[in-house]
């Protein structure tokens, strides 16, 4: 890991929705916290003919709405808008890059780091001209946003374009999910914790539950998002990456490489999912109107930008397998969707209950422990543990106890820094393995591949589900045939 230098940070796409929501007020908060290196630099790029001031007071405004208010300062701001340059650049037009070139080579002994915070469709493009304008250097780096492409053949085609002009050292291909504390404590509590690392295998572990929730809709990207789905969108990126940490087997150390490797082992033995095998294992759906308890939720084809009537899912339950000694027989439930009862990300490890049970029969249903891992809204790790229901009562009755660890609480003294803001400065220090490796990708579309390519058949079944639930009625079909419910559903 190399020390920070001074570096110059170029956002493509800097008056977009991304970059003024995370990226800005990431920047931001590295700001606050004296982690920005001396003499950095912000090169916002856009198409938008404004200068350097009118953006200044756009991202100051911006920053108001997105930085919490106990962190806000006018010192701050005033040093990281000084920072802040702005350049109108289109991609097709070669005097912007030209004007771009200049500008870097007044400092060339910067660190320079490329953010495409644009579409994926432009990657190629923007790094061809940047090329042919001299401004990569052997040293710079590169962001790119996911998801990367729509199938594997696409994802190839734009890490190819990208290929051709940086390496894939230079490459750091963002996942925002990968940031956030609850995930790296996972390495922590698995690797530095013989109670847990002892017992992750399929000789302790029943089943794994990973759930991403969403109580929004598309949020004004309908037309992005029809092209997509959910599957694209949220499983192929966010789910098969939590998948894989939890998967994965111990690395040799904490090197980059060294946790991608695995990750990838676990993403080749996923075990592929047949047509007649995705009626038992695969439930596909789409919200329809619905209420949230607060107001009437429109349905996915009568939403804002809506076209017409579409058949993309919006919601996505797998039951996935994967193929080694250390799972096999574990299943794992997938389930990711939009408006649905409320906001959550979790991973809940179900560990098999004892083999002779000495309390109540009637209790034995109870008597599992289970780690959960919350990501949203509250980041934190509990276990779930059997104790003795309190009283004099000579029958000893066994109840659940949570043993809670929420960061918030227990670190209050410390500050969690958001997702955006850990990744920007693991760029800046040259620390890859919080970011996902070409392989990696290539894999996980090659599984979901599989998937998807068995949806035009017309046994494939899109089922509606009220916006303000838990998705479809025959998601829970999926885990309750393994004599299971999805767990905290309420």
Not at 76 to 86: N, Q, V
Not at 301 to 322: D, H
């Amino acid at each position: 890991m190399n020390k920070p230098t001074a570096t110059d940070i170029i956002i493509f796409g800097a008056l977009g929705d991304l970059s003024q929501r995370k990226l800005i007020p990431s920047l931001y908060d590295l700001e606050k916290d004296h982690l920005l290196p001396h003499g950095s630099r912000i090169l916002c790029l856009a198409r938008q003919d404004i200068d350097t001031a009118q953006y200044r007071q756009t991202a100051r405004e911006n920053l108001a709405l997105h930085v919490e208010n106990d962190r806000l300062d006018e010192e701050t701001l005033a040093r990281l808008l000084s920072r802040i340059e702005y350049l109108t650049l289109d991609f097709n037009t070669d005097q912007h890059f030209q004007a771009l070139s200049t500008n870097l080579a007044k400092h060339s002994t910067q660190q320079r780091i490329f953010y495409f915070a644009t579409a994926a469709e432009f990657f190629g493009t923007i790094s061809t001209k940047l090329s042919e304008n001299n401004c990569i250097t052997d040293t710079c780096r590169v962001v790119l946003e996911k998801p990367l492409g729509f199938d594997r053949e696409s994802s190839s085609a734009i890490n190819d374009q990208v290929g051709q002009y940086f390496t894939e050292q230079q490459i750091y291909r963002i996942d925002h999910y990968l940031g956030k504390e609850t995930v790296q404590n996972l390495l922590a509590l698995r690797f530095a914790n013989p109670i847990f690392g002892t017992q992750w295998n399929q000789n302790h572990i029943s089943h794994v539950e990973i759930t991403i929730a969403e109580s929004v809709g598309i949020e004004g990207r309908w037309s992005y998002f029809d092209k997509a789905g959910q599957m694209r969108d949220m499983v192929q990126n966010h789910l098969l990456q939590l998948l894989a940490l939890v998967a994965m087997d111990p690395p040799d150390d904490l090197s980059a490489d060294c946790i991608r490797d695995q990750k990838v082992k676990v993403l080749r033995q996923l075990k592929p999912i047949s047509a007649s095998e995705q009626k038992h294992a695969v439930v596909c759906g789409q919200y329809a109107s619905g209420n949230n308890d607060v107001q009437l939720l429109p349905s996915y084809n009568s939403e804002e930008g809506a076209e017409g009537t579409s058949n993309t899912e919006t919601f996505v339950a797998i039951r996935a397998e994967i193929q080694n000694w250390r799972w096999a027989g574990v299943p794992f439930y997938l389930r990711t969707g939009k408006r649905m009862k409320q906001k959550l990300t979790q991973i809940i490890i179900h560990f098999k209950q004892q083999p002779h049970f000495i309390f109540d029969p009637l209790q034995h249903g109870i008597a599992s422990n289970k780690l959960i891992l919350s990501l949203q809204p509250n980041e934190g790790v509990s276990l779930q543990v059997q104790t003795k229901s309190p009283g004099i009562n000579n029958d000893i009755q066994i109840q659940p106890t949570i043993l809670d660890l929420n960061f918030n609480k227990e670190f209050k003294d410390t500050r969690t820094p958001h997702a955006y803001e850990r990744l920007l400065f693991e760029v800046i220090k040259g620390n890859q393995y919080l970011f996902v490796r070409r392989d990696e990708i290539e894999h996980a579309w090659t599984w979901c591949d599989n998937i998807m390519q068995h949806w035009s058949h017309p046994e494939h079944v899109l089922h509606k589900y009220p916006a303000g639930s838990w998705g479809p009625t025959e998601s829970e079909i999926i885990i309750r045939n393994d004599k299971r419910q999805w767990f905290g559903d309420q």
